[in-house]
């Protein structure tokens, strides 16, 4: 059975760092696509960052474009999301996800995405 953890979530001041994690277990996903997600109360899921199999290459929604890295470490099968100068509209609950299928593309939709973590909460205050 497949599971996704996060971790690294909490309170922060505005212009401080988070750096979430998000931890595989259940199969390797090596070669699959791994992205973040975030949800505000009473607002759609939103795209956050995706990264490819390898890790070369990295796609940013534009609000957080400059100030988030994504990276991750197939050997721990383990995504990672380094967030930088966080602002209070970045608050939200925040989701790791993993395709299924490997291969290429770019997928920034809820839909493109098979497994999902439950979550943890980022805070930043003003």
């Known amino acids: 059975q497949v599971q996704l953890v996060e971790s690294g979530g909490g309170l922060v001041q505005a212009g401080g760092s988070l750096r979430l994690s998000c931890t595989a277990s259940?199969?390797?996903?090596?070669?699959?696509?791994m992205g973040w997600f975030r949800q505000a109360p009473g607002k759609e899921r939103q795209f956050v960052a995706a990264?490819?199999?390898?890790?070369?290459?990295?796609n940013y929604g534009d609000s957080v474009l400059g100030r988030f890295t994504i990276s991750r470490d197939n050997a721990k099968n383990t995504v990672y999301l380094q967030m930088n100068r966080l602002k209070p509209e970045d608050t939200a609950v925040y989701y790791c996800?993993?395709?299924?299928?490997?291969?290429?593309?770019?997928?920034?939709?809820?839909?493109?995405?098979?497994?999902w973590g439950q979550g943890t909460q980022v805070t930043v205050s003003s």
């Open positions: 996800a993993v395709r299924a299928s490997p291969g290429g593309g770019w997928y920034r939709a809820v839909g493109d995405y098979d497994y």
């Open positions: 259940g199969r390797t996903f090596s070669r699959n696509h």
């Open positions: 990264i490819n199999w390898s890790g070369a290459v990295a």
